[in-house]
C-alpha cells in the first residue's frame, strides 16, 4: 500500500467516505495482481518469492 492509502484506510487521514473507498479498491486490484506476480516469481527467481512468502505468511 501507498503511505497515503494506509493514512485513509486507518482513518488517520481526514478524508471522506468516497476517498477512502477509492484507496480499499485500489489495494484490492493490487492484491489481486498478486497471483501473477507470484506465478512470474515462482518461474523467475523463487528465493524473492520465498522471501515474499515469508513477509506475508508470517504469524504474530
Same mark, same amino acid.
Given at each position: 500500500?501507498?503511505?497515503? &492509502? %494506509?493514512?485513509?484506510?486507518?482513518?488517520?487521514? &481526514?478524508?471522506?467516505?468516497?476517498? %477512502?473507498?477509492?484507496a480499499?479498491?485500489? @489495494?484490492?486490484? %493490487?492484491?489481486?495482481?498478486?497471483?501473477? &506476480?507470484v $506465478?512470474? +516469481?515462482?518461474?523467475?527467481?523463487?528465493?524473492? +518469492? &520465498?522471501? +515474499?512468502? $515469508? @513477509? @506475508?505468511?508470517?504469524? $504474530?
Open positions: 500500500m501507498t503511505t497515503a &492509502d %494506509r493514512e485513509k484506510i486507518s482513518g488517520k487521514a &481526514d478524508v471522506s467516505d468516497e476517498k %477512502r473507498y477509492q480499499i479498491h485500489r @489495494v484490492r486490484s %493490487r492484491i489481486e495482481e498478486l497471483e501473477t &506476480d $506465478d512470474v +516469481l515462482a518461474e523467475h527467481h523463487p528465493e524473492l +518469492l &520465498d522471501e +515474499l512468502r $515469508d @513477509v @506475508v505468511c508470517e504469524s $504474530d
